[in-house]
T-cell receptor, first 116, second 110 residues
């Protein structure tokens, strides 16, 4: 079946503009994660959605970052008033929920964001 | 709070040599443990995972990892490294609330 998809694959924007990044998780996966991977850095957790529960936003670096997940499926990560330090690859992952062995995260290909 | 530490940012080994990548974690209960690999220009791929049972787990590409509860560690090993193993390796721990380490970049010398 289809894996996690993300769009766009590349996004170049000007400093101060808003951007929206989209993630389509694997069908049936109730958990969805956003990560940021900056050049030379590891994976930085941003936000986590689990079913209809309130999302875990503890990793969002500032109030310019927000995310929504509509209908328990597609998610959009929004960065307002982008800054050059926001340039990174934004990765989305999804997984089955619950304390079960099916907790493996499946990753999308990422969106490379460049802020000029 | 849970955390994952990969103490080695960058490791260089010769082709054919053995490899061990370290991972230490802090978690309230016995977590699920994972190792992922990210090859240049590629997405993350799961190498192996541990949930319970035998503490030595086998993964793809000849990798294995050993869970040591007393040391809160889940180190990744490979007996003989190939040039194609050059990549970034991430340890991850958690249950529903997964967290990743910062990664270890592996360089393989000819």
């Amino acid at each position: 079946g289809a894996g996690v998809s993300q769009s766009p694959s590349n996004k170049v924007t000007e400093k101060g503009k808003d951007v929206e990044l989209r993630c389509d998780p694997i069908s049936g996966h109730t958990a969805l994660y956003w990560y940021r991977q900056s050049l030379g850095q590891g994976l930085e957790f941003l936000i986590y959605f689990q079913g209809n529960s309130a999302p875990d936003k503890s990793g969002l670096p500032s109030d310019r970052f927000s995310a929504e997940r509509t209908g328990g499926s597609v998610s959009t990560l929004t960065i307002q008033r982008t800054q050059q330090e926001d340039s990174a690859v934004y990765l989305c992952a999804s997984s089955f929920s619950g304390a079960s062995p099916w907790n493996e995260q499946f990753f999308g290909p990422g969106t490379r964001l460049t802020v000029l | 709070a849970q955390s994952v530490t990969q103490p080695d940012i960058h490791i260089t080994v010769s082709e054919g040599a053995s490899l061990e990548l370290r991972c230490n974690y802090s978690y309230g209960a016995t977590p699920y443990l994972f190792w992922y690999v990210q090859s240049p220009g590629q997405g993350l791929q799961l190498l192996l995972k541990y949930f319970s049972g035998d503490t030595l787990v086998q993964g793809i590409k000849g990798f294995e990892a050993e869970f040591k509860r007393s040391q809160s560690s889940f180190n990744l090993r490979k007996p003989s490294v190939h040039w194609s193993d050059a990549a970034e390796y991430f340890c991850a721990v958690g249950n529903n609330d997964m967290r990743f380490g910062a990664g270890t970049r592996l360089t393989v010398k000819p």
